[in-house]
């Protein structure tokens, strides 16, 4: 697996609750005010997907990868907008490169698109772009193996479950949601080779593709009626792969009183949303990190390497499995040195974990 020579990738740590007005389609965006005085201002401007920047999820790590890179080098300007809809994209993405901001952000592969043609359009512009790689050779691509990291997760959920039954849906029916559902369909499936067990997974089906979405990733209420659809079903443990519409369902969780838990994704659920009390460990998509790396090394003169790119996987800690937190007690040590070995044999090769959604 390939990795960005020097890059240390910690834990990663969402902001949750951010306080910040996101500046509407149109209007000039809201400039974070961290930035230090002296020196030549490097700007650093991000455009969010339709998830927004207080989506518990990418969005907002993201934002916190530009609030450390402003932490670090505090010539870095940052500041964002919040895409209302798809088709803000390409007017937001164009308003910062007429704004001549240094380094464009493109959050979430939704954006794919829109930031491929404004990037051919814009060949002198440096931009980046988290969950896709487009063919323009200006536009940086952070990329996450998370498959791996979610195949750790499913082999837990199969050890955890007392049903039999765990599921998982996602926001949309695109690479950077299902890769983690094919990653959690084949630890549970690995699971059940390796202990001769049926833990049955619901809301996906890696061979056909097809399962359960919100088709959307805001609508809290979206993610409560998909996850109560598969709690009914049987499931004990659900795995909602679809930005703040999940809360929904770890909201719902928590009233259960312990019918059924959850595992979160992207950034530390304990730590993003209020319903730690309901999530076993989360799926860490560690944007956070990968964005803070590229636009310092990019406001340090560097050039990104476009082709190289950056991918997260278990080796370079780009992805992986969070704390368990308040389960910590409950998760048996047998089955968490399982999980460890797991994930080193992973890293080895000896275990490969496999999605049609990974990146290439």
């Known amino acids: 697996m390939r990795s960005v020579r020097g890059m240390r990738v910690v834990s990663a740590l969402a902001i949750g609750g951010l306080v910040l007005g996101a500046a509407a389609c149109g209007e ?3 400039e974070n005010t961290g930035a230090g005085e002296g020196g030549e201002k490097y700007t650093a401007c991000m455009v969010t997907d339709v998830g927004g920047i207080d989506d518990k999820s990418f969005n907002t790590s993201a934002w916190a990868g530009l609030q450390a890179a402003n932490a670090k080098n505090s010539n870095i300007e940052i500041k964002y907008v919040a895409s209302k809809a798809e088709a803000d994209y390409e007017p937001n993405l164009t308003q910062y490169v007429n704004q001549k901001c240094n380094f464009v952000l493109a959050v979430g592969g939704l954006m794919l ?5 404004i990037a051919k359009a814009n060949p002198n512009q440096q931009f980046g772009i988290v969950d896709a790689k487009v063919p323009e050779t200006n ?23 007392k049903t039999g039954t765990v599921g998982t849906y996602g926001g949309m029916k695109i690479p950077p949601v299902t890769i983690f559902m094919d990653g959690f369909v084949d630890g549970v499936a690995h699971y059940n080779k390796a202990k001769g067990k049926n833990v049955k997974v619901i809301g996906w089906d890696k061979a056909t593709q097809n399962g359960s979405f919100t088709n959307d990733f805001v609508k809290q209420d979206e993610g409560k009626k998909v996850g109560d659809t598969l709690v009914a079903q049987g499931a004990d443990i659900i795995m909602p792969a679809a930005g703040g519409s999940g809360v929904g369902t770890t909201a719902a969780a928590v009233a259960s009183n312990g019918k059924f838990s959850t595992i979160w994704v992207d950034s530390d659920g304990c730590e993003s949303t209020p319903h730690c009390a309901a999530i076993i460990t989360t799926v860490i998509k560690n944007v956070k990190d990968a964005v803070t790396d590229a636009v310092t090394r990019a406001a340090d003169g560097e050039k990104l390497d476009q082709a190289k790119g950056f991918l997260g996987t278990l080796e370079n800690n780009g992805v992986g499995l969070a704390s368990y937190h308040e389960f910590d007690s409950k998760v048996p040590a ?14 080895a090769g000896t275990v490969t974990v496999t999605s049609a959604a990974q990146p290439k």
């Open 28 to 30: 000039a965006p809201e």
């Open 113 to 117: 698109d829109a930031t491929s043609k």
């Open 139 to 161: 536009v940086f691509p952070m990329q996450f193996d998370t498959a791996q990291a979610a195949f750790l997760a499913g082999y837990l959920a199969a050890g955890m479950t």
């Open 334 to 347: 047998e089955l968490k040195a399982e999980i460890d070995k797991l994930k080193a044999d992973i890293v």
